[in-house]
């Protein structure tokens, strides 16, 4: 073989839960970059290494059941194998389950690309004592087989040794055979025959592709050419007629029933053990009774470990960073600058950077406890009992979790979204979270809610906030069904539920170091863009006492008075709410720098009745994700469009659900 | 009585066609649950809607209720709590699904895998059956007869 510009490309491709993840990081290192697959939200890694004098790209696929795409992954999986076919195909069992994905790896084999098969997980295998036979696996399948675990780092040295000699010596591959209903064999015969007349150079063999032809219905990629696609149908009707099955179900039949002869030859054994350790545990973790107050004391868990000792940290680097620029600013390389361009270094640059350190100890806790969670197998679970309520959302179970956490802090919450298995989901919950009340907004609560309704009354105002926070969720949910084409489409949950592990400190923090990197890649520019943004409105025009009247910020805020007179909010207050959009907290610091003058606590009281106070709170619950949720969002779903959704959806349900408050308690003679 | 609530937790069934061609059936199809697949019910959520369903390959999923009504999968055992079951029919223990109290307590009772049982009518507070050899009456608690497992014929009643 020889290398192309980025060297040999190996595709890594499994169905889901086999250790791919694991593998790929065991071969690749840290040397990884993340991307995502032309068109879609989808994540696309890959990552380098070298076997001998061959430079390797290892593109890492999303887990996919079969090249027949029912998911977004799926398709994504397709459509690189079709339009672009790898060097070399690497594909992974599970050695405690072969049957699983034998039917993924059969349909690869026949493609007749070479591939090499790692059958990871030998050493949980070899403790349940139920090692496959690899030569009679290997010889069925027509390519090398090499035990593996990715957890350990065994039979790697070996693995790299069958794909080197794979790429020295690239012998055809000798595709496999697998009996099917005889008129299905008939069609496969007849196009692939055809297909051998109009594309005889192709890398696939012919009839891989005549069975992919009928089992798209001729919707295949590349778009086969007018004739072979109305052959690829009416072969197909002959055949669905025939055998009264759909062509789907009856080619993957045909390969399930080779793989489950496959693999009893292989393993001597069906079916394989069911694991007696998670069979305890799920007696007790998913028990009827006790499974959701545990369910609710792992949350508690969860939140604690993340906002317990995230929070303080967020304080202290924010504090930091005042201190900092404090310094700075007496420093006389600073004070020789121009007034203007000083504030723009320090309010504008500084405060943009220190925004954006400030989310890192959250997001590091953030994603070291979901990786937790999520490789212990905690997370199936947790879906599995929550999945009921979110149904009704349109949700599966698993985005419970991605909410819950978004009452400690958004950003992480919906970087977290990346654990929801379909597109569908994670724009929805991407959306939904900035509707949570989170620890920045909690604090605006406190101090205002304090100040208005004195102590007494101000613990009801908080817990009546959480509520509106909750039905805000709920209402947004159900508004947001009708929206799938936006959403994408949903996808069947069916949710494969994996046994119990422990998870290793060489996962959880391969993966906190490359969520932070992405965070700082994707989401820090448009954060310093934003708090620039703010800066430049509230500075401008030059000479003016920032965020006065004066400013643009304050013209700003006149002129939209007319739109927030009815919600009962001043000028003053509009401009700290521009500034809220940095972070929530900062509209506390916004409002005295506004109200100018040293007691802001009778500032407040008196510029502000407490009406109007709860006006304004409920409006600073809604309204817009700050600055960094936003940027995470864009990241995400790697779509303006989504983004600007959040944006509006907020803006708009703050002014109707303030309106409809103040309104409302104006007619009840409150005031 | 819906279709649904044939899948208490302890049921097997047997996949006689994935229905309609919906992409619960496709992603059935591709993770290997076809058509002659054993399905066993684990156990339903405790907010209910979903079920935990292991297959005869050892693989375990989560399947919402309304997708597995959906599936033509017969069932050839369910607990003596089943729906499937009427007072009149005899038929054979299967299995005991609990901890070894429990399967003692039922020893007692002259209860195992294997025993023949006629059931009668249901109580307020259970069941009650007899040995369909001595005829001696066997009573159970509503809590017992959901964790004995008695086989079906194919079509779905005792055999
Ligand atoms: N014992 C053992 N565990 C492994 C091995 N390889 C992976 N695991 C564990 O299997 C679990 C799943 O591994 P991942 O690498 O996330 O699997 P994946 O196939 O990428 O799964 P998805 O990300 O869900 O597609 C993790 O808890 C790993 O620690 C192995 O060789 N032996």
């Known amino acids: ?671 | 009585m819906t279709e649904s609530d044939l899948f208490l937790p302890g049921s097997i069934c047997i996949l006689h066609s994935l229905g309609d061609d919906r992409q619960v059936a496709r992603r059935l199809a591709q993770m290997g649950i076809l058509p002659g697949s054993r399905l066993r019910i684990v156990r339903a959520a405790p907010l209910g809607g979903t079920l935990e369903v292991a297959s005869d390959q050892g693989e375990l999923f989560a399947l919402r209720r309304e997708e597995m009504a959906g599936l033509d999968c017969r069932l050839v055992a369910a607990p003596l709590t089943s729906p499937a079951i009427r007072p009149g029919q005899t038929c054979t223990v299967l299995s005991l699904e609990g901890g070894r109290a429990f399967r003692q307590r039922m020893t007692e009772k002259s209860l195992r895998p294997g025993s023949r049982i006629r059931i009668g009518e249901p109580g307020t507070h259970g069941l009650l059956v007899s040995d369909a050899a001595t005829g001696a009456t066997i009573a159970l608690g509503r809590g017992e007869a959901a964790r004995i497992i008695v086989g079906l014929t194919p079509g779905g009643t005792p055999e």
């Open chain 1, 1 to 671: 073989m020889t290398p192309g510009r980025d060297g040999i490309v190996i595709a890594l491709g499994a169905i889901p839960n086999t250790g791919k993840t694991t593998l790929f990081n065991r071969l690749t290192g840290s040397s990884q970059s993340t991307g995502n697959w032309p068109g879609v939200s989808i994540e696309r890694k890959s990552g380098h290494f070298t076997l001998g004098e061959y430079p390797i790209e290892l593109v890492d696929l999303p887990g996919a059941y079969s090249l027949s795409p029912v998911t977004e992954e799926e398709r994504v999986v397709r459509d690189f194998f079709l339009r672009t076919p790898p060097d070399l195909v690497l594909n992974v069992l599970d050695a405690r389950n072969l049957y699983r994905g034998l039917g993924l790896t059969l349909q690869l084999a026949m493609s007749g690309l070479p591939m090499v098969v790692a059958v990871n997980m030998i050493d949980e295998a070899r403790r349940q004592g139920a090692e496959p036979d690899l030569e009679i696996l290997s010889s069925h399948l027509g390519v090398p087989a090499v035990a593996v675990s990715a957890r350990t780092g065994e039979g790697i040295p070996e693995l790299k040794q069958a794909l080197y000699r794979l790429i020295r010596n690239p012998v055809q591959a000798r595709p496999p055979h697998i009996a099917c209903p005889a008129v299905l064999e008939e069609a496969v015969k007849a196009l692939s025959r055809e297909i051998e007349r109009t594309a005889p150079d192709s890398r696939f063999q012919p009839n891989f592709l005549a069975m992919r032809l009928l089992e798209e219905k001729g919707a295949s990629v590349p778009p086969p050419a007018p004739a072979l696609r109305q052959a690829a149908r009416s072969w197909g009707e002959r055949v669905e007629q025939a055998t009264g099955q759909p062509l789907p179900i009856l080619c993957a039949g045909c390969r399930f029933n080779a793989a489950r002869g496959l693999a009893l030859e292989a393993t001597r054994r069906s079916p394989p053990l069911p694991d007696r350790l998670s069979e305890r545990l799920d007696r007790i973790l998913l028990h009827r009774w006790l499974g959701l107050p545990l369910f609710l004391l792992v949350m508690l868990l969860l939140f604690q470990g993340i906002y317990g000792l995230g929070t303080p940290l967020q304080a202290w680097l924010g504090h930091w960073f005042d201190d900092g620029g404090a310094w700075l600013r007496l420093q006389p390389a600073l004070t020789a600058l121009p007034g203007w361009a000083r504030s723009f270094l320090l309010d504008g640059i500084w405060q943009g950077v220190g925004v954006v350190a400030s989310f890192f100890p959250v997001i590091a806790l953030f994603f070291v406890f979901m990786s937790l969670i999520e490789d212990s197998g905690y997370m199936a679970r947790a879906a599995f009992l929550m999945d009921r309520l979110m149904h009704r959302l349109g949700l599966d179970g698993k985005a419970f979790i991605s909410l819950l956490l978004g009452y400690g802090c958004n950003v992480p919450a919906v970087m977290g979204t990346r654990i929801l298995s379909s597109r569908h989901s994670r724009v929805l919950t991407m959306l939904l979270i900035p509707f949570s009340l989170c620890s920045a907004r909690l604090q605006v609560f406190v101090f205002l809610s304090g100040i208005l309704f004195g102590a007494a009354l101000a613990p009801w105002i908080l817990f009546g906030l959480y509520l509106g926070s909750f039905a805000a969720i709920l209402v947004m949910g159900l508004l947001l069904r009708p929206w799938q084409q936006v959403l994408g489409e949903p996808e069947p949950f069916i949710m494969e539920i994996p046994p119990y592990r422990l998870p290793t400190l060489r996962s959880i923090a391969l993966r906190t170091g490359q969520e932070l990197k992405d965070f700082l890649y994707r989401a820090a520019t448009l954060i310093v863009a934003g708090v620039i943004l703010v800066w430049i409105l509230t500075h401008f025009p030059t000479g003016v006492a920032p965020a006065s009247a004066e400013s643009w910020a304050g013209r700003l805020g006149q002129t939209l008075a007319p739109l927030f007179h009815p919600i009962g909010i001043q000028w003053q207050e509009t401009v700290a709410l521009l500034f809220g959009f940095i972070a929530k907290e900062i509209v506390i610091g916004a409002l005295a720098v506004i109200y100018g003058g040293a007691d802001l606590q009778r500032q407040i009281a008196t510029h502000i009745t407490p009406l109007q106070g709860l006006g304004f709170m409920v409006f600073t619950l809604l309204y817009t994700p700050c600055i960094a949720t936003l940027a995470a969002i864009r990241a995400e779903s790697r779509s303006w469009r989504i983004t600007g959704l959040g944006l509006l959806l907020g803006l708009v349900s703050a002014w109707l659900a303030s309106l409809l408050l103040y309104r409302a308690g104006l007619l009840l003679g409150f005031s």
